[in-house]
Nanobody, 125 residues
Framework: QVQLVESGGGLVQAGGSLRLSCAASGRSFEIYAMGWFRQGPGKEREVVCAISQRGGIKSCVDYVKDRFTISRDNARNTLYLQMNSLKAEDTAVYYC??????????????????WGQGTQVTVSS
């Protein structure tokens, strides 16, 4: 089992940047593929980016891939999401999640077993 705690959210103006962190504790972090998800007001939770266990495979959805970067530091048990050129539509609660299946970089919430509590990102226009 792994515990996940997100941080780094906040209020930022459109065009600004934020870096989210997800600190993991418990079972060895490097065995998990990881993902960032978000849930905007009145919307379903959606994948933003995902990364394989050692970081060799990364994917982000089309509408953020030129602005967001996912990375991980297994030595520090931490997952990151660098978000640049933020837009009002990026406003959401952002969650990190862990997947025990080593054979995929999951794109669906149902692929992930463990979740953090979320961090709010608000982008003002």
């Amino acid at each position: 089992q792994v515990q996940l705690v997100e941080s780094g959210g906040g209020l930022v103006q459109a065009g600004g940047s934020l870096r989210l962190s997800c600190a993991a504790s418990g079972r060895s972090f490097e065995i998990y593929a990881m993902g960032w998800f978000r849930q905007g007001p009145g919307k379903e939770r959606e994948v933003v980016c995902a990364i394989s266990q050692r970081g060799g495979i990364k994917s982000c959805v089309d509408y953020v891939k030129d602005r967001f970067t996912i990375s991980r530091d297994n030595a520090r048990n931490t997952l990151y999401l660098q978000m640049n050129s933020l837009k009002a539509e990026d406003t959401a609660v952002y969650y990190c999640a862990a997947d025990t299946n080593p054979l995929r970089v999951g794109q669906a919430a149902s692929d992930y077993e463990y979740w953090g509590q979320g961090t709010q990102v608000t982008v003002s226009s």
